[in-house]
């Protein structure tokens, strides 16, 4: 295999959108996806591995956990990481369109279909490409458990928005404004019968607590102030919980 050394602005993009769905665990060189994309970009596993690490140190959620990941990150890879992670958007969704070109081995160096004004895109695909992104995202962050109930079948599971997508498009994509949820607690949450505090605890609505029937108030209940199950990344943004206290929660 021919050796290279320098990465460029494509192969970062599809690094960084493998870093944000694989689990913080699997990142090593045997993992498959990253055997995978190793190939499709013409490098070694440990390479891209090391990448993949260099990218945890520039992530704050990882950082807060007192990880430092590896030192060796380039001023290229701060750039594309804080490009991308400013705008999760447009960024996540190019580098998925990317990731489907060098699949299909297509040699497209076009800008993919990225919607802006006057231009009109295809918005089921764009739809589905980005709900796609973003519960992948959320499934390696929770290390596919509900954030509630610690439930780990992912048919269960919903990547639910903590700012409802309609409300805030900025942040459609962005996973710290998302948890992963069963579909039960999901549809308590979406309607303000459970909330998450900024100390990262399930509080329940009293008019649940007090008035609910029997079985909600034992599936649903029973959570009232415990311990969200913290993800391993993408924490979810404290400015975000504080809009759903504020605007959805039946306190």
Not at 197 to 218: A, C, H, M, N, R
Request: charged content about 25%; some cysteine.
């Amino acid at each position: 295999m021919e050796k290279r050394n320098l990465w460029n602005r494509q192969e970062l993009l599809l690094a960084i959108n493998l870093y944000c769905k694989t689990p913080f665990g699997k990142l090593h060189q045997h993992n498959p996806d990253i055997v995978k994309l190793s190939h499709l970009l013409g490098r070694t596993p440990s390479a891209l591995t090391w990448k993949l690490v260099n990218f945890a140190s520039l992530d704050p959620s990882i950082q807060a956990r007192g990880i430092k990941g590896a030192q060796n990150s380039s001023s290229l890879d701060k750039e594309i990481w804080n490009e991308f992670f400013d705008n999760w958007d447009k960024l996540a969704f190019e580098s998925e369109v990317l990731l489907n070109n060098w699949e299909e081995k297509i040699e497209d160096t076009r800008e993919p279909k990225i919607e802006h004004e006057g231009y009109e895109v295809d918005r089921t695909i764009r739809t589905r490409v980005n709900q796609s992104f973003f519960r992948s995202t959320l499934l390696a962050s929770y290390n596919s458990k509900c954030c509630v109930t610690g439930i780990s079948n992912p048919d269960f599971l919903i990547a639910s928005h903590i700012v409802p997508w309609s409300i805030d498009k900025n942040n459609r994509l962005n996973p710290r404004n998302g948890i992963l949820i069963n579909a039960l607690h999901d549809k308590a949450f979406e309607y303000g019968y459970i909330t998450i505090s900024t100390d990262y605890k399930i509080l329940v609505s009293s008019e649940l607590l007090k008035t609910g029937d029997k079985s909600s108030q034992e599936l649903i209940g029973q959570y009232h102030e415990k311990e969200l199950i913290l993800p391993s990344r993408f924490l979810p943004d404290l400015d975000f919980l504080k809009y759903h206290n504020n605007e959805k929660f039946r306190n």
